[in-house]
C-alpha cells in the first residue's frame, strides 16, 4: 500500500508556454487501486455522458463500447476485463491516439480537469494529454493545456515497479480553470515505449513545451479509466450548507 504524490514542477513550468494561466498539476500514483488517494468523483459534470470521438480509436483487444467511450465517464477505475479505456498503439507522431468532446449541458466554471489511468507495471499505466475549452458552444476553442503524468524517461516495469494507477490534477490558482465552459475536448496521446519508459508523444521538439525529450514519439497507448471535468463549487452549495449549520446551532441552543 502505497501511494506518492509528485508535485511536477517541471510540467508547471512547461506550461508556462501556455498564456494566462498560473495552472498547477498534482500527480496521485498507487501500486493498487483501492490505495489511490483520489478516487472517481461524483461531482464531475460529463458523468454519464458519451462523449464525441472526434479521432483516433481503440486498441483491437478494446472491442466492448463499455470499455470504450463509456468507460471514459461511467464513474468507475478498472473493470473486471482490464481494457477500460485502452486507446489503439501507433497513431503516428504528434498524433493523438484519441480525440473525444463533451459538449455540456449548461455552461460550468471549471475547477479542475483530473485524468486516471492505469494497468500493470507498465507504461500503459502513464498518461499524457492536452485539455481545450470552448465558452461559446465550439465556435472556438481556448488554447491546449498539455498535461504528462511522468516525466519523460520515467520507468515502470516489472524491474522497476513504480504505479498501477495514476491520477493527475490540473486546477489553476485562481481557483477556476475556464469559467462560463461550454465544451471541452480531450487528445489523449500515447505514452510509453515497450520498456515502460515515458516517452512525449513527438519525434523532435514537444510543440506544447517546446522541449525535446530526446526521445523518439511514444507509440504504446494508455487505458484512460476516468475523465472528470470539476466545477468550481456553487456559491449556493456552502450557503445552503452555512445554513444547515445555523440551524443545528439554534436547534443546539435550544435544548440547552
Ligand atoms: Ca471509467
Ligand atoms: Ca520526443
Redesign the pocket.
Known sequence: MRTSILLCAALAALLAAVPAGAYNVVVYQSIDEPSLALQPSPDSVIRGMIGTLLMGGWHPVNTNPADQLAAFTDGALMSASGLSGLLNDFPG?GNPANMVQYDLLAPVDVAEIRVFSGNHFDGRAYHTYTVEFSDNGGFTWSNPIYVQSHP?GYTNNSSQPNLKRAVSVLSDTSGTLMAGVTNVRFSLYSTSNTQGWM??????V?PFTGV???????FESPLILELEVIPVPEPGTLAVLGSALLGMGAMLRRRA
Do not use: E, L, R
Open positions: 507522431s519523460s516517452w512525449d508523444p513527438f519525434d523532435g514537444n525535446d525529450d530526446g526521445f523518439p514519439a511514444a
